[in-house]
């Protein structure tokens, strides 16, 4: 089906096809590339800040009085296409925007500082939004990333809109995984034979679990990374062990466990990519909008003998929003109440886990759950890799220290007297210090080991 884009012009600012360059913008002739970066400046601010496309217009006519240059037609400077193809697929409408077509741009900036022969790496995103509050209507896109250049905003791939997700995983990758084994292969792109590789495919469970054609995190056999089959224990579904055998992309692709998996071929059969390896565990969600805010929805409203008294929710939140004023701007977000915990993001919840929760929960929390928070903390930390597990070589003594304090097989360890101070400066990941001690160590950061040590 072929629509005409002038009658979405809300939809067609945003639009995703605007990475694209047509070949007669990349004219490097002096007096077109100073208007060039005018209006692509222009165009970038208007996307940035959801410009429409009747005010772009009319700046553009008040601009063109001194840069005649310019073009006079908002559609003309974002260079939107207005015609798609958009298919019947999946139970919704589908476009396909491509790989190369959508990397392109991106790529031609930095397709000189590649040698030949290269293979580049792709990361993709993959998970549905709900468009409206009052339908079900969803957009399930397919974003991309390259890896091997400095790319800082994810690409559209593919674009499907539907009531509901996509019927068929298959039927909604099949484009993009045609066109990744060609690219597989190697493609030609302004003068070098590149080629790329799927890095890693970035989605929440749910998301997971449908991309692969598996079952569901929450049910028997759920579980990405190894085949013990779960248990139900109140009311939830749980996999308590840590010695099962481990899947493989392998195991995945031979379907050992069979239980594991919807029927028929996953949408990536063909192609290269490791069905377990390449697919992480995504942290945003399991950890900082997972745990991390079940762990304190506990503590504001959960069982009573969990629940923290009314007072000390108060006084902590008071402490949270006192920290305010010496939260650094690498920060996104400064802390907020806990009384707004529903509405805190991921990345104040990584906060609270990371930085502003071990030192607050300490004057408020009895010693066994603030001891379980600081487990937690210890190893997300170590995962981050913020931290390292070390293993001082002279006595096989194991420590955890900040990262800094290492560097190529030596921990430079502070000279103070006493262990308190020593912790001290673990935790506020103080320079060791001009006097401090080389010691030779060895880093212990593999997960069992991590997993091991939060286990005992
Ligand atoms: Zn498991």
New binding site residues.
Partial sequence: MEVDADIHEDFVVGCPDRPIQTSDSENSDDELSETFSLSDSISNWAINFGISLVALTALLCILRSCHPDLPKDARTLLKTKTKYSILERAGGQYHYFGILTSIRNVLSKYVHTLADGFSLKLQINIDGLPLFKSSSLQLWPILGLLLSVPMKEPVVIGLFCGPKKPSSAKEFLGDFVTELQQLEKGFDIEGKSLKLELDTVICDSPARSFVKNTKNHNGYHG??????PGKYINGRMT?P??D?A?RTDDSFENMVDESHHHDGPHPFHGSSVGMVSQFPLDYMHLVCLGVVRRLLSIWLRGPLNFRLPANIVDRMSAKLVEMRSYIPVEFARKPRSLRELDRWKATELRQFLLYTGPVVLSTFLDQNMYSNFMLLFSGIAILLKMFHLIEFLINKTVAVVPQKWCSDGVVYWPNYRNDERVNRAVKNSEDPGLTGKHMMSELLNHVMTTLRLVDS
Avoid at 223 to 228: E, G, L, V
């Fill in positions: 579980c990405d990374k190894c085949r013990q996999y062990y840590t099962y481990l």
